[in-house]
């Protein structure tokens, strides 16, 4: 089956080890950096991630179950960063 990326309703917004900041706007954003560029060692979160997002590009599961990556992201030290007034929209903590 191929994988279709599917957007997120609100981005996900998080502080990179290095400070910068990223914004994550689809599942397949997220799944690219999980499997490229995560920073520590994988543990439970990472994986349930990894499979969450992988499933919900192919269609088996709806997209809000890949938030998945959120929990990851706090896992690996990796802060949410709050919506400033003016992007409080765009933006999901």
Known sequence: MPLVDVRWARPVRVRLQCGLEHTF???FDAVDFLETEWPIRRGQPHEQ??????RALSGIIPAAIARAFVAACMEAGLPMVKPSPKSAPSVLI
Not at 49 to 54: E, F, L, N, P, S
């Open 25 to 27: 706007t689809s599942i």
């Open 49 to 54: 991630a990894v499979k969450r997002c992988r």
